[in-house]
């Protein structure tokens, strides 16, 4: 067995494949084009998911809203606890909506 893992090290390293690189004179100017391209696809994405998220908060503060309001009616324990989780979730929107645009450098 230890011939055969020998046999393999020497195959290996006289038949090693050969690196190939571009070198000379190479046209980058394609790249600034499809950079510049990229970078608006990226930027109309993220438009698009921070409505989503807007919309998603919307229904789910709304859904928390009526939540809170049955709870008072019916006396139940917790009331505190879901405002205060509506109230950060309002939060995260707002700070969401300002750090979102801006990781990707784009002011909305």
């Not at 190479?26 to 970078?39: E, F, I, P, R, T």
């Not at 789910?60 to 879901?82: C, F, H, P, R, W």
Request: net charge positive; aromatic share 14%.
């Amino acid at each position: 067995m230890p011939r055969t893992k020998y046999i393999l090290c020497a195959l290996c390293s006289i038949l090693s494949c050969p690196a190939f690189a571009k070198s000379g004179s190479v046209n980058y100017s394609w790249g600034a084009d499809a950079l510049a391209s990229m970078h608006d696809f990226v930027v109309t994405m993220m438009l698009y998911v921070l409505y989503f998220c807007y919309a998603v908060a919307t229904i789910l503060a709304i859904v928390s809203a009526l939540q809170i309001y049955i709870k008072m009616n019916t006396g139940e324990d917790g009331i505190t606890k879901s405002i205060v989780a509506l109230f950060g979730a309002c939060l995260f929107i707002i700070g969401a909506s300002i750090v979102f645009p801006a990781f990707f450098g784009y002011r909305v």
